[in-house]
């Protein structure tokens, strides 16, 4: 079962997050979220979340994929935190998964991981950063990079997640059960 990474800070989109952490979890993947500080967080709408450990514990851990919630301030809080940064690119460095979905992107550009690289993101959000190849697609999958747009993509970007590290079949099973269609 792949062991999947979901830091959260203050301001973090929480439809974002929450998505990310349902549907992954309803895969049978193994979540764990982790606060940058320790206790109880307000995400972007004033909803409180309680993440299941703190970073400095989850980084004694290794995991398959890293995935950001974006939200504002959430995103700036992720990008400005060093442990996050060297983890995402400690990641990329050791080939495996990273992920970023709204204002989160530039988090993953800030560590040097979408250089060269095609990307999507809350419209504006890499306005400026050079070697990025911007998309308006919902989801891009570059690599062992994925990125999505924002809180009306979440759900997309959490099954193609799922498709990657339990393949289609999971994915159309948790699908189903969404009633999505």
Request: hydrophobic letters at 45%; aromatic letters at 2%; one cysteine or more.
């Amino acid at each position: 079962m792949a062991k999947v990474l979901v830091p959260l800070a203050d301001g973090c989109e929480e439809l974002e997050a929450v998505t990310i952490i349902d549907l992954l979890r309803r895969a049978g993947l193994e979540v764990v979220t982790a606060g940058l500080k320790p206790g109880i967080l307000k995400a972007s709408r004033g909803v409180q979340i309680v993440p299941d450990v703190t970073l400095d514990v989850a980084l004694h851990e290794d995991y398959d994929m890293v995935v950001l919630p974006g939200g504002l301030p959430g995103a700036t809080h992720l990008r400005e935190d060093p442990r996050i940064i060297a983890l995402l690119q400690k990641m990329a460095a050791a080939g495996r998964y990273t992920a970023a979905i709204c204002a989160a992107p530039q988090v993953l550009a800030a560590a040097g991981v979408l250089q060269g690289r095609q990307a999507t993101c809350y419209p504006g959000a890499l306005d400026g950063q050079p070697g990025i190849i911007l998309s308006a697609s919902s989801v891009v999958q570059d690599g062992k990079v994925l990125t999505s747009r924002g809180p009306g993509t979440a759900m997309d970007f959490a099954l193609q997640l799922i498709e990657v590290l339990a393949g289609a079949q999971t994915r159309r099973q948790v699908e189903a059960g969404l009633v999505r269609g």
